[in-house]
């Protein structure tokens, strides 16, 4: 059973600054991706940022510039460090996994940021 735990959400001003992580555990096997969706209220769940076993990083173009996803190998940690945060970046974040002979897709349960004053 692969679980996925995501940490770090919370209340911030705008401008200011947040980063999130999520635990990757059980039999994972091979990583193809590591990535957080977020979903706002009334809205669709969006990618905000992705990165390939291989180092390729792919972020929305909101997002572009502001935030940054990186990767603990050791941990099976994938971690979104989100600057100069917005109202508009309100939202669920969720962590996703890739991983496994037939990319098998695992969802974490999601962390609320909110930015406001």
């Known amino acids: 059973q692969v679980q996925l735990v995501e940490s770090g959400g919370g209340l911030v001003q705008p401008g200011g600054s947040l980063r999130l992580s999520c635990a990757a555990s059980?039999?994972?096997?091979?990583?193809?991706?590591m990535a957080w969706y977020r979903q706002a209220p009334g809205k669709q769940r969006e990618l905000v940022a992705a990165l390939t076993d291989a180092g390729t990083t792919n972020y929305a173009v909101s997002v572009k510039d502001r935030f940054t996803i990186s990767r603990d190998n050791a941990k099976i940690t994938v971690y979104l460090q989100m600057n100069s945060l917005k109202p508009e970046d309100t939202a669920v974040y969720y962590c996703?996994?890739?991983?496994?002979?037939?990319?098998?897709?695992?969802w974490g349960q999601g962390t609320q940021v909110t930015v406001s004053s």
């Open positions: 059980g039999r994972i096997g091979s990583i193809n991706s």
């Open positions: 996703h996994l890739i991983a496994g002979l037939f990319r098998t897709t695992y």
